[in-house]
């Protein structure tokens, strides 16, 4: 067992590489090391399959973030909002 112990991953390692392989970030012996570690372990096969089909909704859901100006004026509109909630206050 010692010959292959270099293949072994921990469930955080693991999760860290699903990750990355959601990314096509992973190397070739990180595949192998992962595909692995998901034979023997349940829970972390659970995590994988769950992560991608959450990864494959958000592409399906098609979302668009704000730009940063968007933010700004999120951010100055809820500044104005508080303010006036805290003058309404005051006064009664």
Known sequence: MKGISFMKLSCS?????CEKAEYKEVSL???IKLKLHLYF?????N???DNKKLSGLLKKADLKACSHQEKENFKEKIKQENSQVSNQQKKH
Do not use: H, V
């Not at 372990?41 to 096969?45: A, I, L, T």
């Open 29 to 31: 012996r990180e595949k």
């Open 47 to 49: 995590y994988y399959q």
């Open 13 to 17: 390692e693991a999760a860290e590489l």
């Open 41 to 45: 372990c349940r829970m972390c096969k």
